[in-house]
């Protein structure tokens, strides 16, 4: 079956089904992957939109090495290790919502901030930042539904220490909330600073997993990345738990 249509098999759901998609990175994937001296020098965006996170110093090159459950990852090794896009995008400009999917691992237990993905605007605004071990070593996401509004932030419950996980973030821009999930189970909400209406039509400066700083880079695995420009519900949330679950052995 093509990649481009539908597929729903019971509870699980295919990427392209919910609509909105902004960004897919799957390392899984490896036709979607270029690789070169150092590392991967290129993982191609599967949501159509042509967003392809790239690196172009070979010393700052994620590995592309290891497995989980059969399929390839990609290792941060720090120094920093990133792949990046700072070119415009659409990802999260002018949307009624963004809801985040990140599986990923830490080396060890993460006490300092490691960035998981970052989702930027114009003047630094911090449009839909994931990241873990700023407080402690929990889950954490920062985000804004406006260029100039003030931050929204929920710091997990739960250590994230060195086992896999899925991190999920929702900002729902017309009700004004802001949700965080590890592994399907509630990490927190809270409220947008503004609500109402979708997010600045400007384009998003740049999107990048882990970080150009090497205080603030992931030392750790990434499998997969989902990024939509909606707010996604309970329902759909299970829906696409149950894909990265099942494809992934979560």
């Known amino acids: 079956m093509s990649s481009k249509r539908i597929a729903v098999l019971g509870s699980v759901i295919h990427p392209l089904t919910p609509g909105n998609l902004a960004l897919w990175i799957d390392f899984a994937d490896a036709s979607t ?62 949307a009624s919502g963004c809801t985040s999917y990140v599986v990923f691992k830490h080396t060890s237990s993460p006490t300092t901030d490691q960035r998981l993905l970052s989702v930027q605007g114009p003047s630094s605004s911090l449009r839909h930042y994931l990241r873990a071990g700023a407080t402690s070593n929990k889950l954490e996401i920062i985000a804004r539904r406006l260029d100039a509004d003030a931050n929204a932030t929920i710091v997990g419950s739960t250590n994230v220490g060195t086992g896999w996980h899925i991190a999920t973030a929702v900002a729902d821009n017309v009700a004004g909330t802001l949700g965080l999930w590890m592994d399907g189970a509630s990490e927190g909400s809270t409220t947008l600073a503004s609500s109402g209406g979708n997010s600045s039509n400007t384009d998003t400066a740049f999107v990048q997993l882990s970080s150009a700083n090497a205080s603030l880079d992931l030392v750790g695995n990434v499998a997969e990345c989902i990024v939509y420009n909606a707010a996604h519900d309970s329902a759909t949330r299970s829906q696409v738990w149950a894909y990265l679950r099942n494809k992934w052995g979560m």
């Open 33 to 94: 992957i270029t690789t070169g001296v150092g590392g991967i020098s290129q993982a191609d965006d599967k949501s159509g939109n042509g967003y392809h996170l790239a690196q172009g110093t070979s010393g700052n090159r994620p590995d592309y090495s290891g497995k989980l459950n059969g399929r390839n990852i990609a290792t941060f090794a720090g120094g920093p290790d990133l792949l990046a896009r700072s070119t415009g995008t659409a990802v999260g400009k002018n």
